[in-house]
């Protein structure tokens, strides 16, 4: 079920297992988030996202989903911080994945240019 994964500076628990409660029990967001606020608790909300897009949903749809079910359990604050903080996470998620397939990309040519050196000696040997 919950896993507790930290708590908050104003001592709410912090929990992951949201998402899989959300997708394998069918339970709707807003009853899962009233629950856990009513028992001072607050969802991962990065765990909540990972699991998301690693079943996947698009972040943007991960978003459109959270809004209203956190407005409703945690306020509007709540909602406008959690859906900034997870938009900056995936785009700054996103950048690293394309710099780390242009690295891979780099590197594959390399080895490419080095499997066609292979065997030649230089000028200079």
Known sequence: MFKITGKTTD??????GVYKMYETDGLPLDVIFGFL?????????LWFFIEATEAGMKPERILSKLEHPIADSYGPE??????????CFYTLHDKRMKIRE??????A?????????DGKQSPDS
């Open 78 to 87: 709540m909602r406008d911080v959690v859906i900034k903080k997870l938009r």
């Open 102 to 107: 242009e690295a891979l990309d780099k590197l």
């Open 37 to 45: 606020n009513e028992n001072n608790a607050i969802p991962d909300w």
């Open 109 to 117: 040519k390399l080895g490419q240019e080095f499997d066609a050196d």
């Open 11 to 16: 001592g709410k628990i912090v929990v992951k």
